[in-house]
Every structure is written in C-alpha cells, then in structure tokens.
Nanobody, 115 residues
C-alpha cells in the first residue's frame, strides 16, 4: 500500500514563502506522475502543479511564476516551493501519486496566507 505524507504547511504572511514536502513510502519513479492539488473551503480540488516520470512539469495558471515543483528521487520526496504567497492561496494542499491503475492521496497539509 502506497503512503504519502505531506508536511511543511502553516501560517504565512502575504508575500511570504513555504516549502511543502510529500514523502512517499516507495520509489516515486514508479509513478507515471506526481502532483500537488489544493482545496479551499466550499470549492473543488484543483491541480496546482505536477511532475511526470520523465521530469516534465506542469503548472496551473494561477501559480505560474510563483510555485516550483521538484523531486528528490533518492529521498522519494516531491516538493512544492511556494513564493509570493497570496491570501487566495489559502487551502489544504494534497499530494497525489498516479500510476496506470490508480491514484493515491496524502492526508493534506493546511496553508494559510494572512496578515
């Protein structure tokens, strides 16, 4: 059973930065794609950024130029560096890992951007 554990969330002021981590229980290169999603209260869960098995990255328009997804294969960990944070970035952020059969979710980590 694959387990994904997110960490790094918290409270930050507008304009600040946070780095989220997603530690997987297995080899992340076995997944076709890994990504970060977010869900604000009363809203749907949206894709924020993803990184494919071959390393290709993809970003939602609302985070382009501010967020960066990366991975450390040796640590089986995917990161989301979030800079220039805005109040509208406030949400629970979830890590997702997908192979050809199914996807897996972490428990989520809360990010709150407020002064």
């Amino acid at each position: 059973q694959v387990q994904l554990v997110e960490s790094g969330g918290g409270l930050v002021q507008p304009g600040g930065s946070l780095r989220l981590s997603c530690a997987a229980s297995g080899n992340i290169l076995l997944f076709r794609v890994m990504g970060w999603y977010r869900q604000a209260p009363g809203k749907q869960r949206d894709l924020v950024a993803s990184i494919a098995q071959i390393g290709t990255t993809n970003y939602a328009d609302f985070v382009k130029g501010r967020f960066t997804i990366s991975r450390d294969n040796a640590k089986n960990t995917v990161y989301l560096q979030m800079d220039s944070l805005r109040p509208e970035d406030t949400a629970v952020y979830y890590c997702n890992a997908a192979n050809t059969i199914r996807g897996y979710w972490g428990q989520g980590t809360q990010v709150t951007v407020s002064s």
